[in-house]
């Protein structure tokens, strides 16, 4: 995304009426009087339709002051709802949810941003009855749900200790007297009624898990006058932390009772659970999911390819090209460990029979998912020589040189590629159609980017996508492009390569891989993009991934242990200058 | 189609305490003489449709040849599938859309349906139409936002999301792609089954999680406090509906999707069949006035979806056609993009049909309703911004003239939206912000 004249002005503004949030105190009290400040602290820049979190600082060009947005809902996302219901209530069909927005990048900061719509709260009520109707249907899994299951409605300590329990892990925190009270009524009074104590609870259920404590991530901090008026995530608080971000799922009971012991509110504390959390099997669902995100796999389904050119695009394939990326990243991440960046130009890589051929490698018998090596002259190395890369960043009928340096561009190298001009055709080969005989995309491109008006995007994209130029709209490699001779020479910054092999070594070896992904991950991780005031943060998290040989769990750690991580600044406190941090 | 005249008559009924509006079709039985309000003098509403396709159209298909009304003109080409519909329609052509293409696939589509431009992330900076046009007319039902349908769930470079309807940013209106979930919605709602019990439990329920999220707001500030009221209003819906549910009239039953249209395809694909069992639900559900206000997403900003039922292959419409970028040859792109408009205005056809067979009041839906119709573009391959598809469809409850092909080249297309408010009775003086600003209706528009 970049800065355009509207969003900085949006930042001036708010940074303009923050300063009074700022002198009148912050916290906002329940007859919402500390509100209306905190209202006009952030109310008209939202009016203005310029999000309020800070902009990219990626630019170069001088800050305004930033007013710094406070702790925010956060919606759990499909993925995170999904593992949620499943770790409470196991193996149930969970019905569609409204859908994750996409902003910035991430899922992540769409779900602290955007709001439910009136047919998204139905959704989940019908979603969230019918996975808890189908739970409680079997006695056996009640069972497993409850930690206390009544014989019959008097019971009462049972059925209160049932959903407190439940209560507990489904709001990560402990319900309060008047909560669990509230929940013990319903389940009385359904049992009541229905004469069946399981249906009461399953109805207290059900209510548990359509309040906001449940279907949002309320992280809001508590002020610490000792920690120069930041906010500081309490036990419970920092345990939702965790879980999301480590796990993308709610935090298990070991971490809760972490919590209750007060444990998790310095940095020894949050280490010990988060290296614990690592070692456990979660973890990986944690960085698939950040990964998904990162490198927009969701798109994967809908992509289509012109069946009478490319028959072999079949779900099957487009499901192990998906497993094939995870699998390389786990095996970086976890089975090794071993440097992230490696993904970026290795050559190990994890195939079917089906995916085999695309890659040109043998087929076996059986006919396993399996690990398998490159030949070291093979141009195709790194991420950017995945089939999945490759394929989605390509169009029905022919590779897109634009889509895959656009990729390249800002998921790798966090480079802004700025929108196309107004009222110009945004698909630069057209016209090209009507020319006889074939041209190589490159010289498609080419006289295009001679267009100033053109070039401001091209010139970052299309250079690195034309190196990927010998792999086809499904990834396979090709010698020859309708006969004609491939050119997939360029350069990066000045350091030339020959083909997409050499842009890949390149890539490993580019300066700001590493502070790239340290800021992909604090964006999905606080659900915003980085402030201007905390280029500090990352750049001593990037430090300490350089330290560890670039190891991504290492990285996870750093980031979870940091202050940044633990603390946040209330709604509107205006931040003048780089260095002013407590 | 024809319906009984229902056994019971009475609007208003109270349960626990609580006024409900009851869902009744809007039969003539039921009105004054003259057939423009009900019998105790509530006057009739007209409903309002959004109908939006993507990717645009080729104004040289699309403008008619000739201007004027009823026999003056004919329909183009594009047009063809709504011609039984003609006597409804009203083709608004030249109007262009000023706000500048700042974001592609963006900018426009949001100035259609909101007079203001896109913000940077794709998401609007204004409500649209709307809901602007809900908060006049439907509060007082079922669904007071409206129910929004779609049919292609693929997506256009991230343009809008999905989505035609927002309450305002960060507040979207996203379609339902299901037939089969909102056909179960209505069920309920239609009065065909027996109240369940199960009833008052969920509204015990949604109580207690509605204190829970008001307990919560002291805490929030101001944009997460809009996040959470929005919630509540989602809350109150639902409270609202099952009320409607519990005390329902008897309103018909609506068409069974499953049933009529089995092999319609998959939630998201795009099918005529699909479109039909929409039109069959929305048609039920403006009936009943279960809402006044309705959004139907054909296919949404760009979007990337393939036309396979159309002939068109599995590649996307938008690249291969939209562009045409078609390795089959710039002729073949051009005459499946043709193609491709068509197909969209058949599946509109479909809802004109059943709005058109569907009594209410003295005349029909068709009669009683104001559909607004565009897209994300005008000419695509260019990223045109002139000559914009704009189409008004249905009589407005006898305000709107139709069978009407207006011109105005250059005008503001932001007018038609703003004519449309103006017919639902908005005191607003004007409509839109910056280039998207306008204070002038089209009267021509008007019988």
Same mark, same amino acid.
């Given at each position: ?7 900085? &002005? ?41 999000? +309020? ?100 409605? !008097? ?7 049932? =959903? ?76 939702? @932390? ?28 949050? +280490? ?77 890589? &994890? ?74 055709? !945004? ?14 995309? @490159? ?22 996508? =034309? ?5 086809? !709209?499904?990834?396979? &490699? ?58 500090? +943060? ?45 | ?13 109270? *349960? ?27 006057? *009739? ?16 298909? /699309? ?9 003056? /003109? ?13 006597? /409804? ?12 293409? *700042? ?49 292609? $769930? ?37 009065? %065909? ?12 329920? *949604? ?12 805490? #929030? ?122 197909? %969209?205005?058949?599946?509109? %056809?479909?809802? #004109? ?14 009669? $009683? ?11 695509? /391959? ?8 704009? #189409? ?16 105005? %080249? ?38």
């Amino acid at each position: 995304m970049t800065r355009g004249a509207p969003q900085r &002005f949006a930042v001036l503004l708010a940074a303009l009426l923050g300063a009074s949030a700022c002198s009148r105190g912050d916290s906002a009290n329940a007859d919402g009087s500390a509100g209306t400040t905190t209202e006009s602290a952030t109310g008209d820049a939202t009016g203005g339709g310029a999000p +309020t979190t800070g902009t990219g600082s990626d630019t170069g060009e001088p800050e305004a002051p930033a007013s710094v947005p406070g702790p925010m809902l956060r919606r759990l996302t499909a993925s995170e709802f999904t593992h949620s219901m499943h770790d409470l209530l196991g193996p149930v069909k969970l019905g569609a949810v409204e859908a994750d927005s996409l902003q910035d990048g991430f899922f992540a900061v769409g779900a602290s941003r955007v709001a439910l719509s009136p047919a998204g709260v139905a959704q989940y009520e019908q979603a969230i009855g019918d996975a808890t109707a189908e739970a409680f249907a079997d006695p056996a899994r009640v069972a497993q749900i409850l930690h206390c299951v009544p014989a019959q409605a !008097t019971d009462v300590t049972c059925i209160r200790d049932a =959903l407190a329990t439940f209560g507990r892990r489904a709001w990560r925190r402990p319900l309060t007297g008047v909560e669990l009270e509230r929940h013990v009524g319903i389940a009385g009074a359904v049992a009541d009624e229905t004469g069946d104590v399981v249906v009461g609870l399953r109805h207290a259920v059900w209510a548990l898990l359509q309040a906001p404590y449940f279907l949002y991530r309320v992280e809001l901090g508590l002020p610490s006058p000792e920690d120069d008026g930041r906010l500081k995530f309490t036990s419970y608080e920092m345990a939702s @932390r965790l879980a999301f971000t480590l796990w993308n799922t709610l935090p298990d009971e070991a971490l809760l009772d972490a919590a209750e012991a007060d444990l998790l509110a310095d940095g020894p504390g949050v +280490t010990e659970q988060a290296l614990r959390m690592l070692a456990d099997p979660r973890a990986r669902q944690g960085v698939h999911n950040f990964v998904a995100e990162l490198y927009g796999l969701w798109a994967l389904g809908e992509k289509v390819k012109d069946d009478t050119l490319y028959p072999q695009w079949t779900p099957t394939l487009k499901a192990v090209m998906r497993d094939e990326l995870l699998a390389r990243v786990e095996d970086v991440v976890f089975d090794q460990p071993g440097d992230f960046f490696s993904l970026y130009d290795g050559q190990k890589v &994890f195939v079917n029979n089906e995916l085999a051929a695309i890659y040109g490698l043998d087929p076996v018998e059986p006919d396993v998912f399996r690990a398998a090596v490159l030949p070291a002259d093979s141009p195709r190395r790194g991420l950017i020589g995945s089939a999945l890369m490759l394929a989605m960043n390509s169009l029905p009928a022919r590779t897109s040189p634009t889509e895959r340096g656009q990729f390249i561009a800002e998921s790798l190298l966090c480079r802004t590629v700025p929108p196309p001009p107004p009222n110009v055709d !945004t698909n630069l080969d057209d016209g090209v159609m009507e020319n006889d005989g074939p041209q190589t995309m @490159r010289e498609k491109l080419e006289p295009h980017r001679a267009d100033p008006a053109c070039a401001g995007c091209h010139d970052i994209t299309d250079p690195l996508g =034309l190196a990927l130029e010998h792999f086809d !709209t499904i990834g396979r &490699f090709r010698a020859t492009d309708q006969g004609l001779t491939i050119d997939a020479g360029g350069d990066l910054d000045g350091q030339p390569f020959s083909d997409a092999g050499e842009l890949a070594l390149l890539l490993r070896q580019h300066p700001v891989v590493g502070a790239c992904l340290v800021r992909k991950l604090y964006t999905y991780a606080g659900g915003r993009l980085p402030l201007s005031r905390e280029a500090d +943060t990352l750049a001593e998290i990037e430090d300490e991934l350089a330290l560890s040989g670039n190891r991504f769990d290492r990285l996870l750690i750093s980031l979870v242990t940091h202050d940044d991580f633990r603390f946040a600044h209330p709604a509107g406190t205006v931040v003048a200058s780089e260095g002013d941090k407590p | 189609m024809s319906r009984p005249i229902p056994r019971r008559t009475v609007l208003r009924g109270m *349960l626990a305490g609580v006024a409900v509006a009851l869902p009744l079709p809007r039969l003539a039985g039921m009105l004054d003489g003259n057939g423009t309000a009900y019998a105790d003098g509530t006057p *009739l509403l007209p409903r309002y449709l959004t109908w939006f396709f993507g990717n645009g159209i080729d104004p040289a298909q /699309w403008v008619p040849a000739a201007v004027g009304q009823g026999a003056a /003109w004919s329909v183009s080409p594009s047009l063809v599938p709504l011609a039984d519909y003609k006597a /409804w329609l009203s083709v608004l052509s030249g109007y262009e859309v000023k706000i500048p293409a *700042l974001y592609a696939h963006k900018s426009a589509p949001a100035a259609v349906l909101t007079g203001a431009q896109a913000a940077m992330n794709g998401d609007v900076t204004a409500p649209s139409i709307d809901q602007k046009i809900a908060d006049l007319v439907n509060k007082d039902t079922a669904f007071p936002s409206g129910i929004h349908v779609g049919i292609s $769930n693929v997506t256009g470079a991230g343009a809008l999301d999905f989505n035609i309807s927002f309450s305002g940013p960060n507040a979207p209106n996203p379609p339902n792609y299901s037939p089969a979930a909102l056909f179960a919605t209505l069920l309920g709602l239609s009065g %065909a089954q027996e109240p369940d019990p199960a009833l008052f439990r969920r509204k015990n329920i *949604l109580d207690a999680v509605a204190e829970e999220a008001k307990a919560l707001q002291g805490r #929030l500030g101001a944009e997460d406090r809009m996040r959470l009221d929005r919630h509540l209003e989602g809350i109150g819906e639902l409270q609202t509906q099952i009320d409607a549910t519990i005390a329902s009239a008897d309103c018909g039953v609506p068409i069974d999707p499953d049933v009529a249209y089995p092999d319609r395809g998959e939630d998201g694909s795009i099918s005529i069949a699909r479109c039909q069992a929409f039109a069959d639900l929305l048609a039920f559900a403006f009936s009943c006035e279960l809402t006044r206000v309705a959004s139907f997403v054909f296919s949404c900003a760009a979007c990337h979806a393939p036309y396979t039922e159309a002939g068109l292959g599995t590649v996307t419409f938008h690249e291969d056609f939209g562009h045409r970028l078609s390795p089959m040859g710039i002729d073949y792109a051009t005459n499946g993009f043709h193609t491709g408009v068509a197909y %969209a205005m058949t599946g509109l %056809a479909e809802l #004109l049909k059943r709005f058109r067979d569907t009594p209410d009041g003295a005349g029909n839906l068709l009669d $009683n309703a104001v559909i607004y119709t565009t897209s994300c573009v005008a000419q695509p /391959w260019d990223h045109r911004m002139d000559d914009f598809p704009l #189409l008004v469809i249905g009589k407005g409850g006898g305000l709107l003239r139709g069978d009407l092909h207006h011109r105005a %080249a250059g005008d503001n297309a932001s007018k038609v939206p703003f004519s449309l408010l103006k017919l639902f009775g908005s005191q607003e003086p004007s409509f839109g912000v910056t280039e998207g600003l306008v204070s002038d209706t089209i009267p021509e528009l008007l019988a």
